[in-house]
């Protein structure tokens, strides 16, 4: 299996260095005119005057991005298109600098966001309305398009790529405790082999990632947990499906003492998290798709988290159910979106170029590189990502969660309801003593007075 994880750092490394006019965050030209603050590159279409220029806004910038700047540049080429990519920091610095250039009549004619943001736009009329122009919704995965999707039924931006969290398990640990992996379907399946996980030397028979709320969301998502009352408006973060789950998580940490969660600066919980499943202190974990691709040396060990985690030692699968009911984990993406400008010139090119980032074969190959869900469904009919899925269970594991997940509710207070809920997790998962139903019910005060505010009342 070590091949796979070779070949993958070999992709990103030739990505990374394979097309000169990419930019970074810490260099290139910066004088193409845009207002976001980030770094600017232009690829010289080498066309005859008169050819549209784009500018594309994309933060993340790394090896994926950079590849798929790289096909940009080849179809801008094709298409008599001079392409400018934009680079701003992150996400949040993207929509500040959005809004701005909008006010200043300046805006990209594409940028990659948040569905919040995106959605909030198009309900300001700031953004146009996808179906209109033609875009196909059904060609991509329900789980990230219903997030592109507003409440009239036309889409608003596209999604591009997507994440679900998914399990991973200690193979050895599971084989020396005689359990068959496929037999845990639920939390509760899982609980019940305790035992045997720790008479085989786990001291956790798993570990939810910490952080914030997000395994626990997942959890409470499998046993029919609602973020919103049928009127959209009314939080019930407190209800019966809630408060099992996170009162049961309370116990199984602190009381039954089976689980733990890792907290930290940074990225550290995460990395603890991982570092524990591979040092068999905990039997497995909840985590990213792309932690099998994640290089990360433990400053206190010396061990290359890369190099020891290969789908020999840890191996993918679905997150677990609960009671009964399948796994419904939180489906995340990001998203292109099309700012409205007065001047419509760009608007067929820009349309063009959006589909044509989101087609299969581009769905298929940023999946590849980047280890992230691929947006369009017919990125898996591709050749390459046949090839792709028959080596790595990940692409498999993710294909199947994907068909099964969960859409966490446009917030009115943008994230109101979701830092209640994070605080939530911190009281139950790190101190442990107060009960769930008490802790939920803050949350939910909290959240409603965030959510009425931003509703005007």
């Not at 594409?110 to 033609?134: E, M, W």
């Not at 039954?256 to 907290?263: A, E, N, Q, S």
């Not at 009964?324 to 063009?352: C, I, R």
Request: aromatic share 10%.
């Amino acid at each position: 299996m070590k091949k796979l994880f070779a070949t993958f750092l070999a992709l990103t490394l030739l990505v990374g260095c394979s097309n000169g006019s990419s930019g970074t965050a810490s260099g290139g030209d910066t004088s193409g005119g845009s207002t976001s603050g980030g770094t600017t590159t232009t690829t010289d279409a080498g066309g005859s005057a008169g050819g549209e220029t784009i500018e594309i806004w994309l933060a993340n910038v790394g090896g994926p991005t950079e590849w798929l700047v790289g096909k940009m540049n080849d179809w801008a080429k094709e298409n008599n298109v001079t392409l400018n990519v934009v680079h701003p920091a992150n996400y949040d610095e993207t929509y500040t600098n959005l809004q701005a250039a909008i006010a200043g009549g300046v805006q990209p004619d594409l940028v990659l966001l948040d569905p919040a943001p995106a959605r909030s736009l198009y309900s300001k009329d700031l953004v146009y309305n996808l179906t209109d122009l033609g875009l196909k919704s059904s060609d991509y995965v329900d789980a990230f398009m219903g997030q592109c999707t507003y409440d009239d039924g036309n889409a608003f931006a596209v999604p591009i790529y997507g994440t679900i969290q998914i399990g991973f398990y200690n193979v050895e640990l599971f084989k020396k405790a005689g359990v068959d992996p496929d037999s845990i379907n639920s939390w509760q399946d899982l609980v019940a082999v305790a035992d045997k996980l720790k008479g085989a030397g786990a001291t956790y028979v798993w570990e939810p990632m910490g952080g914030n709320a997000k395994n626990m969301i997942d959890a409470a998502f499998a046993n029919g947990a609602k973020v919103f009352a049928d009127d959209g408006e009314t939080v019930i973060i407190n209800s019966p499906e809630w408060v099992e789950v996170f009162e049961q998580f309370r116990k199984w940490i602190h009381e039954d003492k089976i689980m733990t969660t890792r907290w930290g600066q940074g990225w550290t919980y995460w990395y603890e998290t991982k570092y524990d499943v591979l040092q068999n202190v905990a039997a497995g974990y909840t985590g990213s798709p792309v932690d099998p691709f994640d290089d990360w040396i433990d400053p206190d060990s010396s061990v290359d988290v890369a190099t020891n985690f290969d789908f020999d030692t840890m191996y993918p699968r679905e997150q677990f159910g609960w009671n009964g009911n399948p796994s419904a984990p939180w489906a995340e993406t990001l998203v292109l979106a099309m700012p409205k400008k007065s001047d419509t010139k760009n608007q067929a090119k820009a349309f063009e170029l959006l589909q044509y980032v989101t087609s299969p074969e581009i769905s298929a190959g940023y999946s590849i590189i980047s280890g992230y869900a691929a947006s369009n469904k017919g990125a898996a009919e591709t050749e390459e990502y046949k090839k792709y899925a028959e080596e790595n269970p990940v692409a498999i594991t993710l294909a199947k969660q994907a068909a099964h997940s969960s859409i966490f509710p446009a917030d009115p207070s943008g994230q109101g309801i979701l830092n209640a809920l994070n605080d939530a997790a911190s009281s139950i998962q790190q101190d442990g003593g107060t009960p769930a139903q008490e802790v939920l019910d803050k949350a939910c005060q909290i959240a409603q007075a965030a959510v009425d505010e931003a509703l005007g009342k």
